[in-house]
């Protein structure tokens, strides 16, 4: 899992400008990928340098330029030289451990956000910053490192999906972040089976492993959280925003957004009490048994004291000491012991202290 905020002092009073990559190497080699389509075509090309770009779009078609990885500083540089972009967006795209936002430029509208992912081999999910830019004809997206997230929305692409080869950056942005958003849901339902299914070991086998596996849980959801929340904010900003790039008739979408980032961080929060459920219903489990624990070692005092009481005066080292002489002292004695018990353990029943 990724850490919270982590900065350098070296980065201390540098321009906002300045282009330093804030984050992990996570792919070998950039890649760079471009689709551009229309209602009539589809064309797919991978890029060799950043001189290739496309610019703008032919035939009223729209581009979307996506790049994987982030730490080519120079590739990064010839990218916005070659699109022509704002020195602040570029440096942004590079601040990965950034809050998700949303910012108007002159030619661009700009957004970030986290983006999480669940691998199913070994039962982790990884976080990455997704960038995303677009005016009216190009769409710009940079991911950390290559991922089939998108792949959804490239095949509705290919497959003539009519709302989306009809419409324009916009709803291309809109259907990139819903993608973002619905794996949100998802992650969070694969969490919300976990803790569920972890009350039943809480109530079969309360030991340090469950405060542990709580722990890890909450640890891993205040991360996710970390991303959600601040990404409705932004969700809620893009619906209201008033720019010639997006177009009216997509408003409706982008409160969908809204609406099931809304859905996101209801969940997350219902997960985060349950957990905190759980948690207390743990160590009221092992208050209980302390109790009974406490009040089995009570009763079993209570019924030696007076039994300690006699075989202490009976024990006494005086010559002259009364019955001792009598033949069957000791099994009167015994038998006394054994009666007091007797009538003790019937009282505590008695009062359902057993």
């Not at 677009?134 to 509705?156: A, C, M, T, W, Y």
């Not at 993608?179 to 089976?193: A, P």
């Not at 015994?334 to 003790?344: D, E, F, N």
Request: aromatic share 10%; no cysteine; glycine share 4%.
């Amino acid at each position: 899992m990724a850490g919270y905020l982590k900065t350098s002092k070296d980065e201390i009073g540098l321009s906002p400008q300045e282009l330093i990559f804030r984050g992990k190497r996570k792919i070998d080699e950039v890649l760079l990928r471009s689709i551009e389509f229309n209602e009539s075509s589809v064309e797919e090309n991978l890029i060799e340098s950043a001189k290739n770009l496309p610019e703008s779009s032919s035939n009223n078609a729209v581009t979307w330029i996506n790049v994987d990885g982030l730490h080519d500083l120079q590739l990064i540089k010839d990218i916005g030289d070659t699109l022509d972009l704002d020195r602040l967006l570029l440096a942004d795209v590079l601040e990965t451990n950034a809050r998700p936002k949303i910012h108007e430029y002159e030619k661009w509208i700009f957004l970030s956000l986290k983006m999480v992912q669940y691998n199913e081999e070994n039962e982790h999910f990884s976080v990455e910053n997704l960038s995303i830019m677009f005016n009216h004809n190009v769409l710009i997206s940079f991911q950390e490192k290559k991922g089939d997230v998108f792949e959804p929305v490239r095949e509705r692409i290919r497959n003539h999906k009519r709302t989306l080869r009809d419409s324009k950056t916009d709803y291309l942005a809109f259907a990139l972040l819903d993608t973002v958003i619905d794996h949100y849901l998802y992650v969070l339902s694969l969490f919300g089976e976990k803790i569920e299914s972890f009350e039943d070991v809480i109530l079969d086998k309360p030991d340090k492993n469950v405060i542990e596996q709580i722990n890890l849980f909450k640890k891993e959801l205040n991360y996710i959280r970390k991303g959600i929340k601040p990404a409705r904010e932004m969700a809620l900003a893009l619906s209201k925003i008033e720019s010639d790039f997006i177009h009216k008739k997509n408003d409706v979408h982008f409160k969908e957004l809204v609406s099931n980032m809304n859905q996101a961080s209801d969940t997350l929060d219902s997960y985060r009490e349950l957990l905190s459920d759980q948690l207390n219903i743990y160590h009221m489990i092992i208050s209980s048994k302390l109790n009974d624990i406490m009040k089995f070692l009570t009763i079993f005092s209570v019924i030696f004291i007076p039994l300690t009481f006699i075989a202490g005066i009976y024990g006494t080292n005086f010559e002259f000491l009364p019955e001792l002489q009598i033949k069957y002292g000791y099994f009167i004695m015994l038998g006394v012991m054994a009666v007091i018990t007797i009538l003790m353990l019937f009282y505590f029943k008695r009062k359902k202290w057993l």
